[in-house]
């Protein structure tokens, strides 16, 4: 039975868990939700997602909702490739950069991207463009460019201490 994935089109959020899904080549369906007709609001949504928020995964009975612990539900459930690294080195490296960038990056103004660290090679996704005003994203002073790319984000700190064999993808989240 194919896993069922709930979105709104354009959540960064859910990008994230289908970038997952096909890292893991898993089974899955989606359910488009029209968010002009509020159907995340409806009372039916609402009993698998108390909060009306996307993405939200069913497995058989089990519903899950947050990207990140659809992330490490995935992780668990269908092992190979990794999506947080094959050693404790590694997972711990990952889980730093993620915790760094949700404490450090998005609170100082920058402009917001949803990543993902896997350690699947050739994986790799244009940041279309990166703001930053703020010394602890690595720029000094305020900095605006157009396009940016893997090579600028690993000259961030929090990028330079994930394992070196890790693709980080990121997503511009534009359209939430």
């Not at 007709?37 to 928020?53: I, Q, S, V």
């Not at 899950?64 to 490739?81: G, N, Q, T």
């Amino acid at each position: 039975m194919a896993m069922e994935v709930f979105l709104i089109s354009g959540s960064p959020f859910v990008w994230r868990v289908l970038l997952a899904l096909e890292i893991k080549r898993a089974a899955y369906t989606t359910r488009l939700l029209e968010r002009s007709k509020n159907e995340h609001k409806t009372p039916d949504y609402l009993a698998l997602n108390p909060r009306g928020k996307v993405p939200t995964l069913k497995d058989g009975d089990f519903i899950l909702s947050e990207s990140l612990a659809i992330l490490a539900y995935l992780d668990r459930k269908i092992p190979e490739p990794p999506l947080f690294g094959r050693t404790p080195a590694e997972t711990g490296r990952i889980w730093q950069a993620i915790s760094e960038w949700t404490s450090y990056v998005e609170p100082a103004g920058a402009r917001k991207l949803t990543c993902l660290s896997t350690s699947v090679p050739g994986v790799y996704a244009k940041v279309t463009s990166w703001n930053s005003t703020s010394p602890r994203t690595g720029g000094s002073g305020a900095r605006s460019r157009s396009s940016s790319s893997s090579v600028d984000m690993r000259r961030s700190s929090w990028m330079r201490s994930s394992p070196a064999n890790a693709s980080v993808i990121c997503v511009p989240m534009d359209a939430i």
